[in-house]
């Protein structure tokens, strides 16, 4: 499904978020960087060494401590379609009263205006939190579109967003919240 914020296109679609073309994907990373299960695992099982080379450094120098839960940083892409991958760290589920969807609006926050900084014009998501870490996905699908479309409204710099639903189901879900929040 396709959908329209402002000049963006929004798309909502089933697929594996490591076979994107998209300039940028995202990365639902863990604190560490140093990979996990998932989408994280995925990216780098197919990315090859040089996302983790990278990952490795950010650590080094910028998140000694780990990367905080809200934010993101880019790497290369390796061997995937994509130039960037934007890592960032979405909360943990824990019932829901602890901050997660101000957390999750914050993750997508961030790996937008890291996208927007460097230049970048399209950008994939995958469902951030709701696999290793709960969340159930009709909240955290509602999250992720009214972060999106909020950031599109005040910035014009990226054309093109995708969120990259592994099942169907997922897809339904997102497409559901979608038609609700973009179509308005
Ligand atoms: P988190 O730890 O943030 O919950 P996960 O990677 O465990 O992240 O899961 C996030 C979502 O991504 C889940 O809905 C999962 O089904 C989905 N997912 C897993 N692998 C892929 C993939 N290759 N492409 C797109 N989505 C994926």
Sequence with gaps: MEFKVGRTVVRVIQGDITEQETEAIVNAANPTLMGGGGVDGAIHRKGGPSILEECKKIRATQYPKGLPTGKAVITNAGRLKAKYVIH?????????????????????????????????????????????????????????????????????????????????EDQKVYEKAAEEILSK
């Design 88 to 168: 960032t760290v979405g909360p943990i589920w824990s019932g829901g009263d602890r901050g997660e969807a101000e957390l999750l609006a914050e993750a997508y926050r961030s790996c937008l205006e890291l996208a927007s900084s460097k230049g970048i014009k399209s950008i994939a998501f995958p469902s951030i939190s709701t696999g290793a870490y709960g969340y159930p996905i009709s909240k955290a699908s509602r999250v992720a579109l009214e972060t999106v479309k909020d950031f599109l409204i005040k910035e014009h710099t990226i054309n093109e967003v995708v969120f990259v639903l592994f099942s169907r």
